[in-house]
């Protein structure tokens, strides 16, 4: 008796349970229904920053609409490696730096680059100005601190075009993902994107002076100055996918253009995107720390002399150069890494629209630096 | 009447024993916070860098602000607006751990039932649990951030034929779930295997059948054992939920915001601070409820019967 009044209830949750799925099925349907745009998703490598601004442009002022698409930003995460996101079927396209879009297709996986959104890198060496390092020379015998997982390849090849042995020549640490341990003394000098970690220092409290460290305080290897620079943010589809589906290859082209749109939108208006990314809910960085980096960002990408997202042969050829020299990847890829037909007409669609697709006229701006980057 | 003193006796006596229990809490964490003082203002006297300590100087942590930021700032920071939102730390907190805590509550359901699952199926059929136990066991080592981002991967590719929309955030639920059916698991067949002989052999000479046994000796029998388990799974399943949610990239919960916070630990040490007191908060409250349940459920003869 007793256990029967137990399956009956059992049995009327179920029922429930499926009563409830099937009015939330409906509403699915109606809300998806009158819209005829292609659903497609792009995963991030890392979380909402200005550093995709101009994808976040494009979904907020309708770009991707404008071109039939409906877009799903997937925010990355610590573990999350794009290229594998979208080889698995996770994501239709991927924003991912070249080399670590590079290595998983050398193990197999067939992805390709279809836009060259970044065309310089952004990644530095900073150490205080006292310290005695201005070139990759002085890094002899010092601490060098770098994020590893992929993020030091720069660094080690810079290293070797200077004739350091990265094993006895300097002590490389692994730093977290910020600069207290350049600022506590750990490290002589420390890895840091300039969109991002070089400005987090700047938004620091000297205690020494009470007042913001100055860029004065520090001094920077650049590593497209040292000629080890390696391309970064890029756009990556499904290889596989682009010869066997039509359908595919066509949102390809219109989720370029609009992206590129989006880029070219925010290097007009970098305030408006700076407030489209902070709206967005950027956990990392007040608007200030976002502006900072939105300016930045631009810089990496503009001027784009042959055009916003196509690849940069003489660049590419040097990253790949690097990354051959230093075991990164095997042998270099074939001719399918990259291909630049997407882009091609992606640009354009932009310039019959009246677009500009390369910024010649595109000078940095002057961001004020705010504590904490509130 | 009798029974009703009793009854307001021990009444007062619980509330007296949990006014003791907070007042016990409230003296270590006062303690704590006088001992990171302390320390501190240790540090500072002699040395803020403490460069120049002797071997000392390179294990302790230092005590300049950034590494570690006064106390009162991290109190503070709680109702500290943050950039870019118009909401307070503490709030912003509050609802990260609504975030994990969904998760959380997800993977402790769905563990639960499967750890119970499988404490069934091992003590019914013996010879399973000297084969499976050890896969059981084995399943523990697998470091959950290796399998995190496959498993949010093959949720969102997968699931699609589920009648609910597949989210990002049920991945972190599993991963959770991996989490929180092992405890459950082993302290149910323990329980389920508690019931003395004499009891057992009883039911035997009723004809009760195995599942008879199950439901009217074997599963209550394990009732204490199980919230033994169940105290741990709970806080488990956070842990799970925050390491998931690290490594898994879904848009919100305290695993996300601690791991963003110690990436801008440079210009706000005492965020991080915040964040992590945030989750022991969460910890220490699904742990409370846990032990309100059983409470209510066992009453104190049931508790004392095991301890």
Redesign the interface.
């Given at each position: 008796m007793k256990?029967n009044s137990l399956w009956r209830i059992l049995a009327i949750l179920l029922v429930f349970g499926l009563v409830a799925?099937?009015c939330?099925?409906d509403d699915?349907d109606v809300a998806d229904a009158p819209e005829e745009l292609i659903a497609v998703s792009l995963q991030l490598q890392w979380?909402p920053q200005s550093q995709f601004a101009g994808y976040y442009a494009a979904v907020e002022l309708g770009f991707y609409e404008d071109v039939g698409l409906d877009v799903t930003i997937?925010?990355?995460?610590?573990?999350?490696?794009p290229a594998?996101?979208l080889d698995?079927?996770?994501?239709d396209f991927a924003i991912s730096w070249v080399p670590r879009g590079l290595v998983p297709r050398e193990e197999g996986l067939n992805i390709t680059n279809i836009a060259q959104v970044f065309q310089r890198s952004g990644t530095l060496q900073v150490s205080f100005a006292d310290s005695g390092i201005d070139s990759v020379d002085d890094l002899a015998g010092k601490n060098v601190g770098n994020w590893g997982f992929g993020n030091e390849f720069e660094l080690l090849a810079g290293l070797a075009s200077a004739g350091l042995d990265a094993n006895s020549d300097v002590t490389l640490v692994q730093q977290?993902?910020?600069?207290?341990a350049l600022?506590?003394?750990d490290i002589d000098a420390s890895q840091a994107m300039i969109y991002n970690e070089y400005a987090?220092?700047l938004?620091?409290i000297n205690?020494d002076t009470g007042e913001l460290f100055q860029p004065e305080d520090f001094s920077i290897i650049d590593w497209n100055d040292v000629g080890t620079a390696m391309l970064q943010d890029a756009i990556w589809a499904d290889a596989d996918r682009l010869e066997d589906d039509a359908d595919y290859r066509a949102a390809a082209v219109a989720f370029v253009e609009a992206s590129l749109r989006g880029w070219a939108h925010c290097r007009d208006n970098p305030q408006e995107c700076t407030d489209i990314v902070?709206a967005v809910?950027?956990?990392?960085?007040?608007?200030?720390?976002?502006a900072w980096m939105m300016n930045e960002i631009n810089a990496l990408i503009w001027p784009s002399p042959g055009g916003v997202g196509l690849m940069d042969q003489g660049l590419y050829d040097q990253t790949i150069e690097i990354a051959t020299s230093q075991g990164i990847l095997a042998a270099a890829p074939d001719d399918g890494a990259f291909r630049t037909d997407i882009a091609e007409e992606a640009i354009a669609n932009l310039e019959a629209q009246g677009i500009d697709v390369k910024g010649s006229g595109f000078a940095k701006g002057v961001v004020e630096v705010a504590?904490?980057?509130? | 009447m009798i029974t009703q003193r009793a009854g307001r006796e021990d009444r007062r006596d619980m509330l007296k024993r949990i006014g003791r229990q907070i007042v016990v809490f409230g003296v270590f964490v006062v303690l704590m916070g006088f001992a990171y003082s302390g320390y501190k203002a240790l540090g500072q006297s002699i040395d803020?860098?403490q460069?120049d300590w002797w071997v000392v100087g390179s294990v302790l942590p230092?005590t300049?602000?950034?590494?570690m930021p006064p106390i009162l700032d991290i109190l503070t920071e709680f109702g500290a607006l943050?950039?870019?939102?118009d909401k307070v730390l503490g709030r912003l907190l509050f609802e990260e751990a609504l975030f994990t805590l969904r998760e959380a509550a997800l993977g402790f359901a769905i563990g639960s039932v499967v750890g119970m699952a499988i404490a069934v199926v091992l003590a019914r059929w013996k010879r399973l649990e000297r084969g499976l136990l050890p896969y059981v066991i084995a399943s523990q080592t697998v470091p959950l951030?290796a399998i995190?981002?496959i498993i949010?991967?093959w949720g969102?590719?997968n699931f699609g034929f589920m009648?609910?929309?597949w989210k990002?955030w049920m991945s972190v639920s599993i991963i959770a779930t991996f989490l929180t059916f092992f405890p459950v698991a082993v302290n149910g067949l323990r329980g389920l295997q508690s019931p003395k002989p004499e009891n057992l052999e009883l039911m035997e000479s009723y004809a009760a059948s195995w599942s008879e046994t199950l439901?009217r000796l074997r599963l209550p029998a394990s009732v204490p054992y199980l919230f033994a388990a169940l105290k741990i799974a709970a806080t488990a399943s956070i842990v799970g939920a925050i390491v998931g949610?690290?490594?898994?990239?879904?848009?919100g919960g305290l695993g996300?915001?601690i791991?963003?916070e110690?990436?801008?630990?440079?210009?706000?040490p005492e965020r991080l601070y915040a964040s992590v007191i945030g989750s022991a908060i969460l910890g220490i409250l699904v742990f409370l409820t846990i032990t309100g349940a059983e409470r209510l459920v066992l009453g104190r003869q049931g508790r004392e019967a095991i301890t």
């Open positions: 256990k799925t099937a939330g099925d699915d979380v997937i925010e990355g995460g610590l573990d999350i490696v594998t996101v698995s079927g996770g994501a977290d993902f910020n600069m207290s600022i506590n003394g987090m220092v938004e620091t205690p902070v809910g950027t956990p990392f960085g007040g608007p200030a720390h976002q504590e904490g980057g509130e | 803020d860098k460069h230092r300049d602000d950034l590494n943050q950039g870019g939102t951030i995190a981002p949010v991967i969102r590719k009648p609910w929309e990002d439901w949610e690290i490594s898994a990239g879904v848009g996300r915001r791991f963003l110690a990436q801008r630990y440079t210009t706000g």
